[in-house]
Structure formats: structure tokens, C-alpha cells
């Protein structure tokens, strides 16, 4: 498989979206963009609205690729979800809904047939101080 930086991520994007629709999940946006903030997917499962951050790497990686979601990056996607739950987008969702921040690393073997893909949902919770 390529390894260009982009075809790897927009592959292992696809990929996480058909995995999460398998699950249930709607999709609502994929690599939704609000000024310079990005969130790679949202989805809805019933009440639950889920910001996913995507991790795609190929074999071999030096580490996993969810641990890439540091702090600063938590900071980004939950400025970016406020970003999105405060435009247009928000009318059309449920009144009552949950939110959550999920992490998906894929990773791609040989010639990206073959891929691993690890779903965290409700990877991590916003703390304000």
C-alpha cells in the first residue's frame, strides 16, 4: 500500500465510516471543517452524538496509533464539536442529546487489503477547570 500521508488517511477514514455504520451509527460528516478546526466523522447513534478521531497508519507502526490523541488534540476536537454544535448543523439533531469523543486506529498490512481496525468509544472526557 501507498504510503502517502493523505491516501492513507482517507482510506482508513472510509474505512472507520463503513465499520461505525455496521454498528449503527449515521453518519453525519466526514472531515467536517469549521474555520481551522476539522473532526475527521460524526455520527449519531439514537440520542448519541459521536466526534471520531481517526488514526491511520501502516505495518509496522512504532506505536498505536490512538496514542497519537494526546491533550492538544482532545483541546481541538472539543472546540471543534462546540464549533459544530453551535452552527447550522445543530437544528436538525435531537433535543436531548449525549455527546461523546470516540477514537479509531486503523492499520493497514501488505498491500492495505488487509486491516486492523480498533473502535474506543467515549475515549476520553472533556474536563474544564
Known amino acids: ?27 453525519l460528516a466526514r472531515n467536517w471543517r469549521g474555520g ?3 473532526l475527521d466523522i460524526i455520527t449519531l447513534t439514537g440520542s448519541e452524538l459521536h466526534f471520531v478521531e ?3 497508519r501502516v505495518a509496522p507502526v ?4 490512538q496514542r497519537n490523541v ?4 482532545q483541546r481541538r476536537m472539543v472546540a471543534a464539536a462546540q464549533a459544530f454544535l453551535h452552527g ?3 437544528k436538525d439533531l435531537p433535543a436531548d442529546l449525549e455527546v461523546f469523543f ?16 480498533e473502535y474506543y468509544p467515549k475515549a476520553f472526557t472533556p474536563l474544564y477547570a
Open 88 to 90: 447550522e448543523a445543530r
Open 54 to 56: 481517526v488514526k491511520s
Open 36 to 38: 481551522h478546526l476539522e
Open 1 to 27: 500500500m501507498r504510503t502517502d500521508r493523505a491516501v492513507v488517511g482517507r482510506r482508513g477514514e472510509e474505512e472507520a465510516s463503513r465499520y461505525l455504520t455496521r454498528l449503527g451509527h449515521r453518519v
Open 102 to 117: 470516540d477514537v479509531m486506529s486503523v492499520v493497514f498490512y501488505g498491500t492495505g487489503e488487509e486491516f486492523d481496525i
Open 70 to 73: 494526546g491533550r492538544d488534540k
Open 62 to 65: 512504532m506505536a498505536e496509533p
